[in-house]
């Protein structure tokens, strides 16, 4: 992901501050692209995470989570293999896993399950990488959320959140002009489709290179106007409290966002409402939904 270069003029501009030039840009000492860089990524999160912005929800179904830690017997006994556990191979999908235990072998190493998800709920789900706020579950299921976790009772949930655009991997771009001796620089693709680090040159082989970002790991995020718009004030805002120390300005820019935050999500209840009623919405009206 890289910066919006026109969000951030706009946001500048709001904050009493001259658009940074190309020269700026390209600067690595420039101290105002630096603070730019500093709070850009870190307000988007903060932006993303204020609202349950409607163009930014999404669903992923859940799996859940083993919520058990295994603790080896020192002195196992017969009269309890039926508490015991057996740590053991499967073949078939390449894995260690533990299995109940049915017979009491001498010898054998045998462990007992302590339960850790001490929350009263029956399931335990590793939270979406790219999830920066919950909304709900399917059907209004109750639930809590404690660090990357989220606690329900029923299994297999629907999970609807606020993505952050994290994906994990890096963006590659293809070499138009690739160099023998820059070889240990690049990446091919391998049969499984993957970018694998490229060991020999061969000609005619396409080579591919990391493209440089301001923010790796992160895809470009797609805001609607009233999201760029609320992102902008809090930019403005921190921009405007780093750059000159005014907090005057930091208050009314911050003011401004929450008013343009507070609207969005009336008009998102009020969408809501509608269709609950089974009242037709504008989009409807016109024919394009």
């Known amino acids: 992901m890289n910066i919006d270069r026109s969000l951030v003029a706009r946001a500048l501009s709001k904050a009493g501050e001259e658009p940074i030039t190309d020269e700026e840009w390209n600067e690595e000492t420039s101290s105002r692209v630096r603070i730019v860089k500093e709070f ?23 799996t859940p989570m083993d919520n058990y830690e295994y603790k080896e017997v020192l002195n196992p006994k017969a009269a309890d293999i039926n508490k015991y556990y057996e740590y053991v191979y499967d073949q078939y999908h390449e894995k260690y896993y533990y299995r109940k235990a049915e017979t009491f072998t001498p010898g054998t190493t045998y462990f007992i399950r302590i339960d850790n998800n001490l929350t009263g709920y029956a399931y335990m789900y590793p939270l979406p990488e790219d999830c920066v706020k919950v909304v709900k579950l399917e059907n209004d299921e109750p639930y809590i959320v404690e660090g990357a976790f989220i606690y329900a ?95 005057v300005k930091y208050q009314m820019l911050f003011n401004e966002a929450q008013l343009i935050g507070q609207n969005a999500q009336k008009k998102s209840a009020e969408m809501a409402r509608n269709r609950a009623k089974g009242n037709p919405t504008w989009v409807e009206q016109l024919g394009l939904e």
């Open 153 to 247: 009772d029923v299994q297999n949930v629907v999970l609807l959140y606020i993505r952050n655009y994290f994906t994990g991997k890096y963006v590659y771009e293809k070499v138009a002009e690739p160099n023998p001796d820059d070889i240990d620089k690049y990446f091919v693709i391998d049969e499984e489709g993957d970018y694998v680090r490229a060991t020999s040159y061969v000609m005619g082989t396409d080579y591919y290179v990391i493209k440089e970002e301001d923010y790796p790991f992160y895809a470009e995020p797609k805001l609607d106007p009233v999201l760029a718009g609320y992102f902008e004030c809090r930019l403005a805002a921190c921009l405007a409290l780093k750059l000159t120390g005014d907090t």
């Open 40 to 62: 850009y990524h870190a307000v988007l999160l903060e932006s993303l995470a204020s609202y349950d912005w409607t163009s930014q929800k999404k669903r992923a179904r859940l």
